[in-house]
């Protein structure tokens, strides 16, 4: 059974950093491509970045030059480094593996 556990979020002010992780067990991590995803009241969930199994990473244009996405393969986390944090980047980020989905970390940036 896959499970996804995220961490790292909080209140920040605009212009601070957050790192979240990702911990996820009951899958091959290595072998999967993995993503990041956030939802802000009241929009649909939107994908953030997402890193291939072999380290090839994409963003959202939204994010493009703040947010860095990694994996580390050995413990099955991956991260989403997020500096220059903004009010717009308020959301639950949640990662996601094959289709699976964590619970979810509150991120928000206060202006």
């Known amino acids: 059974q896959v499970h996804l556990v995220e961490s790292g979020g909080g209140l920040v002010q605009a212009g601070e950093s957050l790192r979240l992780s990702c911990v996820a067990s009951?899958?091959?991590?290595?072998?999967?491509?993995m993503g990041w995803y956030r939802q802000a009241p009241g929009k649909q969930r939107e994908l953030v970045a997402t890193?291939?199994?072999?380290?090839?990473?994409n963003y959202a244009d939204s994010v493009k030059g703040r947010f860095t996405i990694s994996r580390d393969n050995p413990t099955s986390t991956v991260y989403l480094q997020m500096i220059s944090l903004k009010p717009e980047d308020t959301a639950v980020y949640y990662c996601?593996?094959?289709?699976?989905w964590g619970q979810g970390t509150q991120v928000t940036v206060s202006s």
């Open positions: 996601n593996i094959m289709g699976h």
């Open positions: 009951g899958i091959t991590f290595s072998f999967y491509a």
């Open positions: 890193i291939g199994s072999r380290g090839t990473t």
